[in-house]
């Protein structure tokens, strides 16, 4: 599976933005796809995850009630929305595909990465 990330930008705090991740190659309908962020000097850190239908969304604690993620197998996409930017959530993002149906925020579980799209929040 080959991971293609967009929709990074730079915002002011409060500000929005939509992150996307297609796939090619083959499809990820069959797999969870999550979002994880690395911020310069730091760790790569999750962020979200979505399980193969959807039906599950697993977020971590500092993007609850801000982030939402969600997918459409038919388009073959992962949706990032990312509302209330705080200066904190400067990072670039990577979309990735687990193994498996459903996986959590071990980016271990996730073989497949896309290159990383740059969101930047000023204050």
């Known amino acids: 599976v080959q991971l293609q990330a967009s929709g990074g930008g730079a915002v002011q705090a409060g500000g929005s933005l939509r992150l996307s991740c297609a796939a090619s190659k083959r499809t990820f309908s069959n797999n969870a796809v999550g979002w994880f962020s690395q911020a310069p000097g730091k760790e790569r850190e999750f962020v979200a995850t979505?399980?193969?239908?959807?039906?599950?969304?697993y977020y971590t604690d500092s993007v609850k009630g801000r982030f939402a993620i969600s997918r459409d197998n038919a388009k073959n996409t992962v949706t990032l929305q990312m509302n209330s930017l705080k200066p904190e959530d400067t990072a670039d993002y990577y979309c990735?595909?687990?193994?498996?149906?459903?996986?959590?925020?071990?980016?271990?579980?996730?073989?497949?990465w896309g290159q990383g799209t740059q969101v930047t929040v000023s204050s």
């Open positions: 990735a595909a687990a193994r498996r149906a459903v996986a959590g925020s071990d980016p271990a579980d996730y073989p497949y």
């Open positions: 979505i399980s193969w239908n959807g039906g599950r969304q």
